[in-house]
């Protein structure tokens, strides 16, 4: 059943958010039960299909996120991985929480660095794209043309991106069921057009490349971990595979979608692929032993694919916004599809390996929104 399937797509990220952004919230108002212990309301069929640019826009769901990772191209061909995602929270009569992640990956300088910004307060109320500002840091969007704006030190990202291909509605209407655990929205731009400006230590200068974007809303709530691929390879064709894991860390959900060279989406079985780790990492900031290095096959389609880290070290200590690491990273691709050799770059996600962090670090974050969420 391909609704039933497309329950792994839910899974990115909501451990996070359920257990660590709720934490912030609960500390600027009196006690409640934490919400990924209370069920959401009955599944329901789609309110309305989805529209563009109105479901760009900020929704008044639990859970949505506009998530963005790619690469960045100088004129003389250095290449730097980026994660930009915000995340929106909405739980009642609390203040809507965002958070904001940011993330490069400095190949020629063979380091990782990351950054977060946490702010309370609605940014509900466009209909026709989304302009949100978490403590300085700026995306804005509608109709596949987006703008990415954030400084930090001594990162910074001045981006635009324009979509080449339609939005991939998962399973057909961008509508996913999951049962008693809640009801989501979902699309996928695969393959965005970037060009801009990045900024590090030793200045600022112009860049182009691709870039992936994900956006999901709706009341649903899901605990356990993940691996997650984004792949785009150079015939202009994308992969995303999911591997779920239960809260108890034995397999559940495996499912895939291909999207074509014309933006054509196809979704793939569970049987359909193997994700094979190569190698593993264990991290010297929160012991984690993640998997690091893939063989990634899809039979059906002649696909046979490597995937290899641009470095070890991609993991994102963020104990200030949600209460947890994960390892988020640039990989490079080299395979075959069918007789012909393929490349391409791509990103992986591993969530659920690294034990949840000290919630000191979130409470004191709390405690210096907390006030400002009080004032007019």
Same mark, same amino acid.
């Given at each position: 059943?391909?609704?039933?399937?497309?329950?792994?797509?839910?899974?990115?990220?909501?451990?996070?958010?359920?257990?660590?952004?709720?934490?912030?919230?609960?500390?600027?108002?009196?006690? /409640?039960?934490?919400?990924?212990?209370?069920?959401?309301?009955?599944?329901?069929?789609?309110?309305?299909?989805?529209?563009?640019?109105?479901?760009?826009?900020?929704?008044?769901?639990?859970?949505?996120? *506009?998530?963005?990772?790619?690469?960045?191209?100088?004129?003389?061909?250095?290449?730097?991985?980026?994660?930009?995602?915000?995340?929106?929270?909405?739980?009642?009569?609390?203040?809507?929480?965002?958070?904001?992640?940011?993330?490069?990956?400095?190949?020629?300088?063979?380091?990782? *660095?990351?950054?977060?910004?946490?702010?309370?307060?609605?940014?509900?109320?466009?209909?026709?794209?989304?302009?949100?500002?978490?403590?300085?840091?700026?995306?804005?969007?509608?109709?596949?043309?987006?703008?990415?704006?954030?400084?930090?030190?001594?990162?910074?990202?001045?981006?635009?991106?324009?979509?080449?291909?339609?939005? @991939?509605?998962?399973?057909?209407?961008? *509508?996913?069921?999951?049962?008693?655990?809640?009801?989501?929205?979902?699309?996928?731009?695969?393959?965005? @057009?970037?060009?801009?400006?990045?900024?590090? /230590?030793?200045?600022?200068?112009?860049?182009?490349?691709?870039?992936?974007?994900?956006?999901? *809303?709706?009341?649903?709530?899901?605990?356990?971990?993940?691996?997650?691929?984004?792949?785009?390879?150079?015939?202009?064709?994308?992969?995303?595979?999911?591997?779920?894991?239960?809260?108890?860390?034995?397999?559940?959900?495996?499912?895939?979608?291909?999207?074509?060279?014309?933006?054509?989406?196809?979704?793939?079985?569970?049987?359909?692929?193997?994700?094979?780790?190569?190698?593993?990492?264990?991290?010297?900031?929160?012991?984690?032993?993640?998997?690091?290095?893939?063989?990634?096959?899809?039979?059906?389609?002649?696909?046979?694919?490597?995937?290899?880290?641009?470095?070890?070290?991609?993991?994102?200590?963020?104990?200030?916004?949600?209460?947890?690491?994960?390892?988020?990273?640039?990989?490079?691709?080299?395979? @075959?599809?069918?007789?012909?050799?393929?490349?391409?770059?791509?990103?992986?996600?591993?969530?659920?390996?690294?034990?949840?962090?000290?919630?000191? @670090?979130?409470?004191?974050?709390?405690?210096?929104?907390? /006030?400002?969420?009080?004032?007019?």
């Amino acid at each position: 059943m391909r609704g039933a399937s497309m329950r792994g797509a839910s899974m990115r990220h909501l451990t996070a958010l359920a257990l660590g952004l709720l934490l912030l919230v609960g500390c600027a108002a009196p006690a /409640a039960p934490p919400a990924y212990v209370r069920a959401p309301d009955p599944p329901r069929a789609p309110a309305e299909p989805v529209s563009f640019p109105r479901d760009e826009a900020p929704h008044d769901n639990l859970t949505e996120w *506009w998530y963005y990772t790619g690469h960045l191209f100088t004129d003389d061909g250095a290449r730097y991985g980026f994660e930009f995602v915000v995340f929106q929270v909405v739980r009642g009569d609390y203040p809507v929480v965002y958070v904001a992640h940011m993330a490069v990956t400095d190949g020629p300088k063979g380091q990782f *660095w990351h950054d977060q910004r946490v702010q309370l307060g609605s940014q509900i109320g466009k209909d026709d794209g989304f302009d949100l500002d978490v403590s300085g840091w700026h995306l804005q969007g509608a109709l596949g043309h987006d703008a990415i704006a954030a400084d930090a030190d001594p990162y910074g990202l001045d981006l635009q991106l324009t979509a080449t291909k339609p939005p @991939a509605l998962h399973d057909g209407i961008g *509508w996913i069921s999951f049962g008693p655990v809640g009801d989501s929205y979902y699309y996928s731009r695969t393959r965005l @057009a970037v060009e801009g400006a990045l900024r590090d /230590a030793d200045g600022t200068r112009p860049v182009h490349g691709q870039a992936w974007m994900d956006h999901q *809303w709706g009341d649903f709530l899901v605990v356990g971990g993940w691996d997650w691929y984004s792949l785009q390879l150079d015939d202009q064709t994308e992969l995303m595979l999911f591997l779920t894991r239960a809260p108890d860390g034995s397999a559940a959900l495996r499912l895939g979608t291909y999207v074509a060279a014309d933006g054509a989406a196809r979704e793939l079985d569970a049987d359909a692929f193997t994700a094979t780790p190569t190698g593993s990492w264990t991290s010297p900031h929160t012991g984690a032993v993640y998997p690091s290095g893939w063989e990634v096959t899809v039979p059906r389609l002649g696909l046979s694919l490597r995937l290899d880290p641009t470095l070890l070290d991609q993991e994102l200590q963020t104990a200030a916004t949600t209460g947890l690491a994960y390892w988020e990273g640039e990989v490079v691709i080299d395979g @075959a599809h069918g007789d012909a050799p393929i490349t391409g770059l791509g990103y992986v996600e591993l969530t659920g390996y690294a034990p949840t962090q000290p919630s000191t @670090a979130a409470a004191s974050t709390s405690a210096s929104v907390s /006030a400002s969420a009080r004032l007019p």
